[in-house]
């Protein structure tokens, strides 16, 4: 099966650490997607990737975030001094027109 | 912030028994997709309709779209235990460029056996 990946799937870290999760999409899509999800809400979109670029940043992600596709293929996803209210899935979606397909996300506690 | 509103946010049927679930959104769109997760896991895509489109089956799927009323339905016939989930709709809203989807807070379906 080549659906999307994403390294780890859990992740726990002290607060003030740095933290980065990556994403493997399917391997034909060009387009990538990072999300947030909070317990009890739907996915929030995060940033966008078409190909090696970086063509839109959501408000959420703040200037400790920072996300980076640097071949076209993975993608990476660094949160820098985190903070509790960094605790979340964070997902990944890859796609090549309309429907995006979801990887497992990354569940970051931050203590 | 989220687009879409899922009703009702919960739902609690016999297994056999049809479940239906609605949602309404609030700007013009694309297209729109339901989605369903299970437990702390990620996302499955389980059908898109687009915006010219009235109603679409999948299996014992059936997703029905009035975009004068900004609203979507989802039924589940015949539903199974392994159902039970939480389901989201998501909208790719129109003039978007990127098709980001913007997500309600979901709905969650528990199937009793």
């Known amino acids: 099966d080549t659906g999307v990946s994403q390294d780890p799937r859990h992740k726990i870290t002290k607060r003030g650490q740095n933290v980065t999760f990556r994403c493997d999409p399917i391997s034909e899509h060009n387009r990538l997607y990072w999300y947030r999800q909070t317990l009890g809400q739907g996915p929030e979109f995060l940033t966008y990737f078409q190909n090696e670029a970086q063509l839109e940043k959501s408000r959420l992600l703040s200037d400790r975030f920072s996300a980076e596709r640097p071949k076209g293929s993975f993608s990476t996803l660094e949160i820098q001094r985190t903070e509790q209210g960094d605790s979340a899935m964070y997902l990944c979606a890859s796609s090549s027109a309309n429907t995006q397909y979801f990887g497992p996300g990354t569940r970051l506690t931050v203590l | ?113």
């Open chain 2, 1 to 113: 912030s989220q687009q879409g509103e899922e009703d009702p946010q919960a739902l609690s049927i016999q297994e056999g028994e049809n479940a239906t679930m609605n949602c309404s959104y609030k700007t013009s769109i694309n297209n729109l997709q339901w989605y369903r997760q299970n437990s702390g896991r990620g996302l499955v895509h389980l059908i898109l309709i687009r915006s010219n489109e009235r109603e679409k089956h999948s299996g014992r799927l059936r997703v029905t779209l009035d975009t004068s009323k900004k609203s979507s339905s989802l039924l589940i016939t015949a539903s199974r235990a392994a159902d039970t989930a939480s389901y989201f709709c998501a909208t790719d809203a129109l003039g978007g460029a990127n098709s980001k989807l913007t997500f309600g807070k979901g709905i969650t379906l528990s199937v009793r056996p």
